[in-house]
């Protein structure tokens, strides 16, 4: 596993710079996730205007003033907080301290931040004065749909987080609750559909306020959700972030704990002795983190038996996650990294799944979206697949589960099931709309 750049750069290259230790894989991958979806949409949104389904806006602005006192303190406030945190964390982060836990905490270079603050006032006060007119001026700008990607990246990246946040401490209540602090500004721990639900408010809010109409941008829109949400799950395997699947009680781990193979008669059990605290607490041996994940006793640890096929690897259906950004699992022998961990069972890697998944169901979306005139429907198609893909995920992953009518369905489930139901709906909402149209 890869839990930042260090790893990557020491075990393809065999070189040690710490330094890279403060880029984390996940997010590094979330911001290249972004990065496919802004150029996507953007795609997309020219697309739809050279074919007349979407119209510029004009718009009044003024050029030639001075940077106001506002502008200049914003670039300040800006140049500050990068500073004390950001460079503070490349030049003062003690050894002791990982560079998650620096960005949450008090630590940071004040120096820093007063120069870097100076710095970019400064910037954006001449950036303005060499633009001075003697008479400022108001002019007219046409701004099309496309040239507004950017914003509507930043509102989904802003937006999408705070929802995964939200909804994965809703899902996980009493971790909240036992460690609201640490579990609000953990890097960990986000639930997509929380992400996607509340951007999906913001972005909705932001095109009805810029006059973008809707209907071509969320059909713009979804093609780009769909290779995003691939492209980050990389980042969830690569880093090994806690999203995986139930145990595969067919293999388990070797004596180093980094590869796994099949399982004897009584092994996978005499594994789960071997830990039984970690199965039956959720406590992390020689930690004082818990994983949330328990059982009543070891005969009901959440397992399927499954052995992979000869032409395919086992890590694709048994994979341990050594050195996981998380710190989950028991030490590995004689290891002395920070990151010196592995599960003590291999479990179903449901991230790759979902990166294979939805790169496949990205493919079909793009090749079709052409095809369809209705508009609307692209993204109608886009909330039914992507909740059955999370639905039939979820029957491999262990989450918390409520009780409704009978049934014991996961956060995720219930809003795979509604996301189906939303797209089915807004699908045969948009061709009656079309048709009484016509």
Known sequence: MYPNLYYVFKDWFGVEWKGLSVLNTFGLLVAIAFIVAAIVISSELKRKEKKGLLSPREEIITVGK?????????????????????LGLLLNRPEDVNPQSYIFSSLGSIWSGLVLAVGLAAVKWYEKDKQKLIEPERRSVRIWPHDRAGDIIILGLIFGILGAKLFDNLENWNEFIQDPIGRLFSASGLTFYGGLILATIAICWYAYKRGIKLVH??????????IAYA????????????????YNSAYVNDATGKTVRIASEGEFMQALKKDSTYFLEGKVPESN???????????HVHNIYYKAPSFIPNWMVAYSYPKNVNADGVKITGDTDEHNRVLPIPVFPTPFYETIACSLLFLLLWSIRKRIKTPGV?????????????????????NTTYSMFGFHPTQAEIISFLLFLTGLCFIIIQIKRTKSRS
């Open 231 to 246: 492209v980050g799950r990389i980042g969830c395997q690569v880093a090994g972030d806690g999203d995986w699947g139930v």
């Open 217 to 226: 941008l969320v059909d713009a829109a979804a093609p780009a959700l769909m």
């Open 378 to 398: 692209i993204f109608g198609i886009y909330l039914i697949l992507n909740g059955l893909e999370r639905f039939i995920v979820e029957k491999i992953r262990v």
């Open 289 to 299: 983190q818990y994983t949330g994940r328990t059982s009543p006793d070891l005969q």
């Open 66 to 86: 001075p940077a106001s006192l506002s502008e200049i303190l914003i670039n300040a406030l800006i140049g500050f907080v990068f500073g004390f945190k950001v």
